[in-house]
């Protein structure tokens, strides 16, 4: 679970919550533990890479909390919005009688950034022989 959480700073933190008591196994316990240490390992590496601020282990609770960046979207959501937007251009277009031709979703200066920020990173994190499957802009 991902909470936004207001820090004493007065600024907006992520803080996840991963409960390891429902794990089907102490794999999956450790596994979660590497991630959040191999992130905690990242941090110097990109400046594209989702700063990590805190982490506790709380054995006897069996819980990570991880405080972390706020990122307010990822790329799906950054997509599906676009495309949402798109459509209600071209709906309301189609009302007024006017001819719709379907403009892309992205312009080549929003692309041109965003593909830069995930290069850079991917680069980043397999510089240290990682994969990452959950890329955010």
């Known amino acids: 679970t991902v909470y936004r959480v207001l820090g004493p700073d007065r600024r907006v933190y992520a803080m996840k919550e991963i409960d390891l008591s429902s794990a089907d196994s102490a794999q999956i316990a450790a596994d979660y533990k590497k991630e959040t240490d191999i992130l905690c390992k990242l941090q110097q590496y990109g400046q594209y890479v989702i700063k990590i601020y805190n982490y506790a282990v709380d054995e006897v609770a069996q819980r990570i909390y991880i405080v972390l960046e706020c990122a307010e979207t990822d790329l799906k959501q950054m997509i599906v919005s676009a495309k949402k937007d798109c459509m209600e251009r071209e709906q309301a277009k189609?009302?007024?009688?006017?001819?719709?031709?379907?403009?892309p979703l992205f312009n080549e200066d929003y692309m041109r950034i965003y593909?830069?920020?995930?290069?850079?990173?991917?680069?980043?994190?397999?510089?240290h022989r990682i994969v990452h499957r959950d890329l955010k802009p």
């Open 94 to 103: 189609q009302e007024k009688g006017e001819t719709v031709a379907t403009p």
């Open 115 to 127: 593909s830069r920020q995930i290069l850079e990173s991917v680069q980043a994190i397999q510089l």
